[in-house]
């Protein structure tokens, strides 16, 4: 990454709030969150936006868009924060959670779960060929008018983080409390890509 990022004794306000609270939870400052550092106000209003979606959709819904999303862009920053994340929401165990990284249609989740993963993975990966057939799949399983437009949304910040981050080359951290398996799982959707 060639951008220059606030030394951690440089920071105020928002940043400094982004810095200790990584080194709270990882004990370091991850390089995402020293990239964003540099502009601490879209960061601020990022959060912003996720704390808009997260009502109506709960985390679950939340992160099994974000996985999604990740997985087709192939952000190996956010499948591996967002996988540990769900973890440590206990949203599902490390068992569920690698088979659903390597094939979440067969991992054991339910219809709905499977149906936001697979929309947040056409709109990361096919916006254009997206149709009213695809919301209608949200709606069938559930879903309110509300809730399918955060999770379009959801899936849509998720592009814009990951792909701002993979544009800007921001080096991948290891994430804490991910054994190498889980990782491999986590990551696998991007050697199939290869």
Same mark, same amino acid.
């Given at each position: %990454?060639?951008?220059?990022? @606030?030394? @951690? ?7 400094? $709030? %982004? ?47 974000? &996985?999604?999303?990740?997985? /087709? ?6 499948? &591996? ?8 929401? +206990?949203?599902?165990? $490390? ?16 219809? /709905?779960?499977? /149906?936001? %993963? ?11 060929? %997206? ?32 792909? /701002?981050?993979?544009? &800007?080359?921001?080096?991948?951290? +290891?994430?804490?409390? &991910? ?9 696998? @959707? ?5």
């Amino acid at each position: %990454m060639i951008i220059q990022t @606030p030394a @951690p004794g440089s920071v105020t306000g928002h940043a400094a $709030e %982004m810095y200790s609270g990584d080194i709270a939870d990882v004990g370091f400052v991850l390089s995402h969150t020293q990239a964003l550092a540099v502009n601490p106000d879209a960061h601020h209003a990022f959060e912003g936006l996720v704390h808009a979606i997260v009502p109506s959709i709960g985390i679950r819904v939340y992160e099994l868009a974000t &996985l999604g999303a990740a997985r /087709a862009i192939g952000s190996s920053h956010c499948l &591996l924060a967002h996988g540990r994340k769900t973890l440590r929401a +206990e949203l599902m165990d $490390e068992d569920q959670l690698a088979r659903v990284a390597r094939d979440y249609t067969s991992a054991g989740l339910s219809e /709905a779960d499977v /149906a936001v %993963m697979a929309y947040a993975e056409k709109l990361s990966r096919d916006p254009r060929s %997206m149709t009213d057939a695809d919301s209608e799949r949200l709606r069938a399983v559930g879903f309110s008018d509300r809730q399918i437009v955060d999770i379009t949304l959801a899936a849509a910040a998720r592009n814009f983080l990951s792909r /701002a981050l993979l544009a &800007l080359a921001v080096p991948t951290d +290891e994430v804490p409390d &991910l054994g190498p398996e889980l990782v491999d799982a986590l990551l696998s @959707p991007l050697d199939s890509a290869r």
